[in-house]
């Protein structure tokens, strides 16, 4: 697998909820690296190195009624949520949160040694 770059991301460490008064939907932004058995956000704020993908899933996610997310569940109860910030977060909703799952998907179906259609 080819190692694929996507430039400001949106990243999440945990849901975002409405009781937590937060303005913006995301908590950091930054760079996302997928690798052959790797996926990494570096961001302005912190640096995550995801290897064990336990489950990935693709939807709304807490407030931000606007924009779909990609959820990584890894580790033992780990979670990372990511979309894609460019055009002023308007860039998810013309496609690019869907590439990220895609390969997200691909890394994932890897790991698990699955075909690229499967999941």
Known sequence: MALQTFDKVWYRPNENRWRDMKLLAYSDIGRLVIGENFLEFKG??????????????????????????????????????????????????????????????????AQAGLSSEAK
């Open 44 to 109: 302005k704020k912190e640096i995550v190195h995801i290897t064990n993908i336990r489950q990935i899933s693709f939807g709304i996610q807490g407030r931000d009624f606007v924009n779909y997310w990609v959820t990584v569940d890894y580790d033992n109860g780990k979670r990372a949520f990511f979309a894609d910030g460019s055009l002023m977060g308007w860039g998810g909703i013309f496609g690019g949160t869907r590439r990220i799952l895609q390969a997200v998907k691909k890394l994932y179906n």
